[in-house]
């Protein structure tokens, strides 16, 4: 009955994980709200869907045939009940800078990663202006170490999402759910 406020709720939640990804206590403040969202949206749907004929069996096939609900709802539990939950962290650093070379000329060797090699006739070089300042990116991507697949936390937070809609619009459609 309830379901739709909590989904929406969890949604809000995944959109400020990407904005805020780079605050990596925000992130996983905002992630904590999502997880407890997500799960309040399942939970809801069990405690109407057990009162029907059937609708255990129902809630307890449609959470179990989905492995991103079980590991969510975990970490959820343990976030809630045991410790804040940290996933890995991996900061990706990036600098771009502009070279300055004070000689009339300079030969240029390029080492490609597919193992190529290209060298570069000497090239006559003008005074340069003053340098400009290095360009430096700093992004963060999170990771469950637990979690077997490859995908980061906001790709399983988007999985997850779509699979409590799912479950929530069949549950609905078998007449487990109330629509709202």
């Known amino acids: 009955m309830y379901e739709q406020a909590k989904i929406d709720e969890a949604q809000h939640f995944l959109t400020q994980l990407s904005m805020v990804a780079n605050q990596?206590?925000?992130f996983k403040y905002t992630l904590s709200g999502f997880l407890s969202a997500a799960r309040s949206a399942l939970q809801y749907a069990h405690k109407e869907a057990?009162?029907?004929a059937s609708g255990h069996v129902w809630y307890d096939g449609q959470v179990s045939?989905?492995?991103?609900?079980?590991?969510?709802?975990g970490k959820r539990?343990?976030?809630?009940?045991e410790r804040p939950i940290s996933p890995?962290?991996?900061?990706?650093?990036s600098m771009r800078d502009n070279l300055s070379v004070s000689a009339e000329s300079v030969s240029i060797t390029i080492f490609r990663a597919d193992g190529t090699i290209e060298t570069g006739e000497s090239v006559s070089l003008s005074p340069s202006s003053s340098p400009n300042a290095p360009e430096v990116s700093v992004t963060y991507d999170y990771f469950?170490?637990?979690?077997p697949g490859n995908e980061d936390v906001?790709?399983?937070?988007k999985m997850y999402l779509k699979a409590v809609e799912s479950i929530v619009a069949d549950g609905v459609a078998r007449?487990?759910?109330t629509p709202q």
């Open 175 to 177: 007449g487990f759910l």
């Open 88 to 93: 890995a962290t991996k900061i990706n650093v």
């Open 24 to 26: 990596r206590e925000i």
């Open 65 to 73: 045939a989905r492995s991103v609900v079980k590991f969510l709802s």
């Open 50 to 52: 057990t009162t029907k």
């Open 144 to 147: 469950f170490q637990d979690w």
């Open 77 to 81: 539990n343990v976030n809630i009940h």
């Open 154 to 157: 906001i790709a399983l937070c």
